[in-house]
């Protein structure tokens, strides 16, 4: 499903970010115009099957979201290849495709679109994603005069209404108010226990424990180890 | 899979739809296609010739600009009275070493003449095989007495540089015999047969078996399941177009959410922009373009649109950082929507200019139909510049500053609200670099004149539209992967 082969990430650090002409003819004026070097992934390989589910852990900085960028396609490795079959649904940072202009109705087909969902599926889907939202008649408000709560709830029902071939979760989302917190749980369960292939990436190793088939431990960009579930925590946690 | 499908079908209505606007361009374009109709400039006056009465010759020698001499017209004076009698114009062909022949005489009523007007005449049999040969014109009065007769002008400059082919070289007008310092103020035209319209048809066939041999490549390809350019087209357009939809009404339903009168911005921005502007150059910088409405709201609709797209397209790449480094969408649909959206503001603009045509009185000919080839090519060609700008403005910030004077030259540069004509002739060459110029040209040629451009001003307008699009295209395709790094 997921191969990633002898993935290598660089990334290249000037001293200062330059982003004007100005600075840039200046900075190699004074021959000053060195790199950095940062490999955030050094020589990563390793294989999900169809509907396994792959935790990663790591300290923070080791590269665990920079993987999944390299798998999803936002970032095109250094080194290596990543072949994937299936299409991919990220759980966006809440929201972060909405305008604040337009309602939540109209939101509601943006955002869809951007993760790749057809037209047909957001009108079948439609009412499933605002009666989970629990809008109600705010849906045909522009989003601007949502509150933070009711934004989030309706990120996480677009989010959450497909059931793609591979879902790529950067941190368990708990969003909203406790009732909104176990139904949205529960709703990633069921995903989770779908068949869909999913990458989980988490701090909270009792989820890790409780959700993944196995578990990529990675530290400083590099794999330290793969297997199974409770071997790997069992190690991190030491 | 459906699309596999698909494919045939489509290529076959592709196929149909290109064989009916082959058709169809060959008779809205008609003439222009088969002949380019060249003219001569005229002097500007700058003395008169006196009265002209029996007993007075003038003699014009002049060329022709085209291989067919079809007419000319020349300035007359009538010292602003009724005048009685007739003024008479010969044309006859010289040849070397023999007496020139007579081709044609005309005679012009002296009664029905108006003061300072140009008087046009054509010949009943235009002059085949005309370049390179040397003419006269003769001009002389009968039945009008001292008081009563009309006049000619002549000068020797030009003040404008409009048409390539310049009146300098020919000898000055003669008097009885006598030089006087000048030419005559004569407009010469004439015509040159075009190669593309006698094998139109070639073309069109040619053109024709082309697309269909790549749509059997395409259907082959994709039956051997592989890739080429082409299919990808096809698949990226199929598999995106709801996202490009929605990412255009999106465009366009926050750009005037909260403005009371919404849409109706859309026609009043330029109404309101031809308008000052009307006043300005019509009152107060006095300009002698004809049905200047139109000359000026046709330049705004395109310019603004060109300008709209790039200023905003510009950010298309940045404003959208959150989305591009999160989710996998192509890159190149960012500026693409922003540019079609911009399209779509232009689209409603249209209607304002559209309702100045009929208030002008303009005609409304087939050529029209001609129109939506400039606005592709624009199009096209905005896309290009969009793809660059955007992709430089990920690196560098202060390309949105640059572009800001850049987009100022770009206006002056462009005849929005002066005539081409004001351009001194040393510098058109350069002049007509801009492609903006030809676009405007374009446009400006099917609505006010109703006549299709020459076809070297199709192809013009093309090889910019592909060449922005080319470059642009390859310039992103090349930087696309850096972006997330620095956004």
Same mark, same amino acid.
């Given at each position: 499903?997921?191969?990633?082969?002898?993935?290598?990430?660089?990334?290249?650090?000037?001293?200062?970010?330059?982003?004007?002409?100005?600075?840039?003819?200046?900075?190699?004026?004074?021959?000053?115009?060195?790199?950095?070097?940062?490999?955030?992934?050094?020589?990563?390989?390793?294989?999900?099957?169809?509907?396994?589910?792959?935790?990663?852990?790591?300290?923070?900085?080791?590269?665990?979201?920079?993987?999944?960028?390299?798998?999803?396609?936002?970032?095109?490795?250094?080194?290596?290849?990543?072949?994937?079959?299936?299409?991919?649904?990220?759980?966006?940072?809440?929201?972060?495709?909405?305008?604040?202009?337009?309602?939540?109705?109209?939101?509601?087909?943006?955002?869809?679109?951007?993760?790749?969902?057809?037209?047909?599926?957001?009108?079948?889907?439609?009412?499933?994603?605002?009666?989970?939202?629990?809008?109600?008649?705010?849906?045909?408000?522009?989003?601007?005069?949502?509150?933070?709560?009711?934004?989030?709830?309706?990120?996480?029902?677009?989010?959450?209404?497909?059931?793609?071939?591979?879902?790529?979760?950067?941190?368990?989302?708990?969003?909203?108010?406790?009732?909104?917190?176990?139904?949205?749980?529960?709703?990633?369960?069921?995903?989770?226990?779908?068949?869909?292939?999913?990458?989980?990436?988490?701090?909270?190793?009792?989820?890790?424990?409780?959700?993944?088939?196995?578990?990529?431990?990675?530290?400083?960009?590099?794999?330290?180890?793969?297997?199974?579930?409770?071997?790997?925590?069992?190690?991190?946690?030491? | 899979?459906?699309?596999?499908?698909?494919?045939?079908?489509?290529?076959?209505?592709?196929?149909?739809?290109? *064989?009916?606007?082959?058709?169809?361009?060959?008779?809205?374009?008609?003439?222009?296609?088969?002949?380019?109709?060249?003219?001569?400039?005229?002097?500007?006056?700058?003395?008169?010739?006196?009265?002209?009465?029996?007993?007075?010759?003038?003699?014009?020698?002049?060329?022709?600009?085209?291989?067919?001499?079809?007419?000319?017209?020349?300035?007359?004076?009538?010292?602003?009275?009724?005048?009685?009698?007739?003024?008479?114009?010969?044309?006859?062909?010289?040849?070397?070493?023999?007496?020139?022949?007579?081709?044609?005489?005309?005679?012009?009523?002296?009664?029905?003449?108006?003061?300072?007007?140009?008087?046009?005449?054509?010949?009943?049999?235009?002059?085949?095989?005309?370049?390179?040969?040397?003419?006269?014109?003769?001009?002389?009065?009968?039945?009008?007495?001292?008081?009563?007769?009309?006049?000619?002008?002549?000068?020797?400059?030009?003040?404008?540089?409009?048409?390539?082919?310049?009146?300098?070289?020919?000898?000055?007008?003669?008097?009885?015999?006598?030089?006087?310092?000048?030419?005559?103020?004569?407009?010469?035209?004439?015509?040159?047969?075009?190669?593309?319209?006698?094998?139109?048809?070639?073309?069109?066939?040619?053109?024709?078996?082309? *697309?269909?041999?790549?749509?059997?490549?395409?259907?082959?390809?994709?039956?051997?399941? $592989?890739?080429?350019?082409?299919?990808?087209?096809?698949?990226?357009?199929?598999?995106?177009?709801?996202?490009?939809?929605?990412?255009?009404?999106?465009?366009?339903?926050?750009?005037? $959410?909260?403005?009371?009168?919404?849409?109706?911005?859309?026609?009043?921005?330029?109404?309101?922009?031809?308008?000052?502007?009307?006043?300005?150059?019509?009152?107060?910088?006095?300009?002698?373009?004809?049905?200047?409405?139109?000359?000026?709201?046709?330049?705004?609709?395109?310019?603004?649109?060109?300008?709209?797209?790039?200023?905003?397209?510009?950010?298309?790449?940045?404003?959208?950082?959150?989305?591009?480094?999160?989710?996998?969408?192509?890159?190149?649909?960012?500026?693409?929507?922003?540019?079609?959206?911009?399209?779509?503001?232009?689209?409603?603009?249209?209607?304002?200019?559209?309702?100045?045509?009929?208030?002008?009185?303009?005609?409304?000919?087939? *050529?029209?139909?001609?129109?939506?080839?400039?606005?592709?090519?624009?199009?096209?060609?905005?896309?290009?510049?969009?793809?660059?700008?955007?992709?430089?403005?990920?690196?560098?910030?202060?390309?949105?500053?640059?572009?800001?004077?850049?987009?100022?030259?770009?206006?002056? *540069?462009?005849?929005?609200?002066?005539?081409?004509?004001?351009?001194?002739?040393?510098?058109?060459?350069?002049?007509?670099?801009?492609?903006?110029?030809?676009?405007?040209?374009?446009?400006?040629?099917?609505?006010?004149?109703?006549?299709?451009?020459?076809?070297?001003?199709?192809?013009?307008?093309?090889?910019?539209?592909?060449?922005?699009?080319?470059?642009?295209?390859?310039?992103?395709?090349?930087?696309?992967?850096?972006?997330?790094?620095?956004?």
């Amino acid at each position: 499903m997921i191969e990633v082969k002898n993935v290598s990430m660089a990334f290249r650090m000037t001293q200062d970010r330059i982003q004007s002409i100005k600075e840039y003819v200046v900075a190699m004026a004074k021959g000053k115009l060195k790199y950095k070097e940062f490999w955030a992934l050094k020589d990563v390989s390793f294989t999900v099957n169809r509907g396994e589910v792959l935790g990663i852990i790591g300290r923070n900085g080791a590269g665990k979201s920079t993987i999944l960028k390299v798998i999803s396609g936002i970032l095109k490795p250094t080194a290596g290849s990543v072949q994937v079959r299936g299409n991919i649904v990220p759980m966006l940072e809440l929201g972060s495709g909405f305008d604040f202009d337009l309602t939540g109705r109209e939101n509601i087909y943006l955002n869809g679109s951007i993760l790749g969902y057809s037209r047909k599926f957001l009108d079948e889907k439609y009412a499933e994603i605002v009666a989970f939202s629990e809008l109600g008649e705010f849906i045909e408000m522009p989003i601007r005069n949502y509150s933070s709560g009711m934004m989030m709830r309706l990120a996480f029902s677009i989010a959450t209404v497909v059931n793609p071939e591979i879902l790529i979760v950067d941190e368990i989302l708990a969003v909203g108010d406790e009732a909104f917190q176990r139904k949205s749980r529960q709703r990633m369960m069921e995903l989770m226990g779908g068949g869909t292939t999913v990458l989980f990436v988490s701090h909270n190793l009792d989820q890790i424990r409780e959700m993944c088939d196995r578990v990529l431990w990675l530290d400083h960009g590099q794999v330290k180890m793969i297997g199974e579930t409770q071997q790997v925590c069992d190690a991190y946690q030491i | 899979m459906r699309k596999k499908w698909d494919l045939p079908k489509g290529c076959v209505i592709v196929l149909a739809i290109l *064989a009916v606007l082959a058709v169809l361009f060959y008779f809205v374009a008609g003439e222009q296609l088969q002949v380019r109709s060249d003219a001569t400039d005229a002097v500007s006056p700058s003395a008169s010739a006196g009265e002209i009465l029996p007993g007075t010759t003038l003699s014009q020698q002049f060329s022709s600009p085209g291989g067919r001499l079809t007419g000319f017209s020349v300035l007359v004076g009538t010292f602003a009275r009724q005048n009685r009698g007739t003024m008479y114009f010969s044309v006859s062909q010289q040849q070397p070493g023999q007496e020139p022949v007579l081709i044609e005489t005309f005679a012009a009523d002296l009664e029905q003449m108006q003061d300072n007007s140009w008087c046009q005449i054509w010949l009943s049999d235009p002059v085949e095989d005309a370049l390179e040969k040397q003419f006269i014109l003769t001009i002389w009065s009968e039945g009008c007495q001292t008081g009563q007769a009309a006049t000619v002008y002549f000068g020797n400059s030009i003040a404008t540089g409009r048409f390539e082919i310049g009146s300098e070289g020919w000898e000055p007008l003669q008097q009885n015999g006598v030089l006087l310092d000048g030419t005559l103020c004569l407009q010469v035209y004439g015509g040159t047969d075009l190669w593309f319209g006698q094998y139109y048809w070639a073309f069109a066939l040619g053109a024709e078996l082309l *697309a269909g041999l790549y749509c059997l490549r395409l259907c082959r390809l994709q039956a051997k399941g $592989k890739s080429c350019f082409g299919l990808r087209f096809i698949h990226a357009v199929t598999h995106y177009r709801f996202l490009i939809q929605q990412l255009v009404s999106r465009d366009f339903k926050t750009k005037y $959410k909260r403005s009371v009168l919404g849409i109706v911005w859309s026609f009043l921005n330029p109404l309101l922009t031809m308008t000052v502007q009307y006043v300005v150059f019509s009152t107060i910088f006095k300009s002698d373009v004809p049905n200047f409405p139109v000359y000026l709201l046709t330049g705004i609709v395109l310019f603004n649109f060109f300008n709209e797209a790039c200023s905003m397209g510009i950010t298309s790449i940045l404003g959208n950082a959150s989305l591009i480094t999160k989710v996998y969408v192509p890159k190149y649909i960012y500026p693409v929507t922003r540019v079609l959206s911009s399209g779509i503001n232009m689209l409603f603009s249209l209607v304002p200019l559209f309702l100045v045509m009929l208030a002008t009185q303009t005609k409304i000919t087939p *050529a029209l139909l001609l129109f939506p080839f400039t606005l592709v090519c624009l199009l096209c060609f905005c896309t290009g510049l969009v793809l660059i700008l955007s992709a430089a403005m990920v690196f560098f910030r202060d390309t949105q500053f640059l572009w800001n004077v850049l987009s100022m030259i770009w206006m002056y *540069a462009t005849p929005i609200f002066y005539p081409e004509s004001i351009i001194p002739a040393r510098f058109l060459t350069i002049y007509k670099m801009n492609p903006l110029y030809h676009f405007i040209r374009f446009a400006r040629m099917v609505i006010m004149d109703g006549v299709s451009p020459e076809p070297k001003a199709y192809l013009i307008c093309f090889v910019f539209a592909l060449g922005s699009l080319l470059i642009g295209g390859l310039i992103f395709r090349k930087v696309q992967d850096k972006f997330v790094l620095y956004l």
